[in-house]
């Protein structure tokens, strides 16, 4: 008997791990609008060292950061032990040059490339220097300023657009270049310098929450961060929400490689539009994301709370046609006369046709997505998965889960 007649239908997770880890390639970004420290050489700025890796502050790395790091990453994205850090004031890509200057409470543009997608989102603090609360300031052992602090950079993180969201989801194609994600500046926050931070998280490898739940996606993932130097003005001063007027970027990765020039987008903006949803979906870790059109046509990808009963039968109801459980038909019997006092009584019954069950449509429509629609098995896998509660997003088609 052949050995292949043993396997069980559908893959197993065991083997799905192995996929995982084959799968896994280190993702790459890099800030460009504002000018990161990492990228300033390559928006035309003079400096005094040129990184040509500035899409790969990714704090050390992902097993370092699970690993001796525990999670901690220095603020600019260079490991954690690291000292200087290479991007932190007293760090060799230090420069603390100005790349943009806003207005308090405004909207912003900025650009991010993306050159290896992993799937996950972006986060947007910023943190003032000149007048730092108690604790906001990291010094050195001798005394010195070293840098703002994590933790201050967590009171000021960004909303994107005209929303009330902070984690913008990325498509997932790669490599992009995302030269239009509009973020509001803080009321009342105002600093004759601030630092910006972005910080792109990753969601395609396999990971446990403390909880216990594991998944795509799920725990501690490959991190990056850049910073950059900004000034922000009182909106009394008038000053323009601008950054540089340096337009391209080259991808060399070293002097001797070959370049590649890509245009930052002067699009119209989408200031002071109205976001409305077009569409709900699920991300990878089971949270409802809304995918909001502004009335110019551009989208973002928006971490949203669950939808309602209305908004989730709505979404329903449009990727399924069954609507019905059962169809029903009603027959009429013969009729019967009995006893002498011609009394006469009609029989009626009923009987039910069974129309295909959403189950069964259900089933029909759950697939594997992505890379994983050539690996045979996957879709069982996911159908049999899903149905007891583990169904990642980057497997299976929003359909699954609901088997």
Known sequence: MSRTKNISPYIS????????????????????????RASLWRLGYVVRNNNYNDNEGYCGGREALLGKYNGSCGVCGDPWDQSPRDHERGGKFYEGIITGT????????????????????????????????????????????VEVSQSCLDKHLLTLGETSYTRYYIPHTSPI??????????????????????TYVTGNSWGKFPNGTACIGCGLQETFKACSDIVINPK???????????TTYSTTKSPSTEQSTVLLSNSPTTEGTKW???????????????????????????????????????WYSSKFSATAETATTTTTAATTTTTATTTTTTATTTTTTQAPSKTTI??????????????????????????????????CSPECRYV
């Open 13 to 36: 997770l065991q083997l799905l791990l192995v996929l995982v880890v084959v799968y896994y390639v280190e993702g790459h970004a890099r800030l460009l609008r504002p000018p990161s």
């Open 102 to 145: 806003f207005e308090e409470g405004s909207m912003i543009k900025t650009a991010v490339q993306v050159t290896a997608n992993h799937k996950g989102y972006f986060e947007f603090r910023v943190c003032p220097y000149d007048s730092p609360e108690a604790g906001d300031i990291e010094y050195s052992k001798d005394g010195n300023f």
């Open 177 to 198: 270049m995302l030269n239009n994600i509009s973020l509001k500046l803080p009321s009342g926050l105002v600093c004759k310098k601030c630092l910006f931070q972005w």
């Open 236 to 246: 009394s001063t008038g000053s323009s929400t601008s950054t540089p007027p340096i």
């Open 276 to 314: 409305r949803a077009t569409d709900v979906s699920l991300t990878t870790l089971g949270k409802w994301t809304r995918i909001l059109t502004s009335s110019l046509g551009t989208t973002t990808s928006l971490e949203a709370d669950e939808p309602t009963k209305a908004e989730t039968d709505s």
């Open 362 to 395: 259900k089933t029909q429509q759950c697939k594997a997505v992505g890379v994983w629609k050539i690996v045979k098995g996957i879709s069982q896998w996911c159908i049999d998965n899903c149905r007891r509660g583990f169904c990642p997003a980057g497997y």
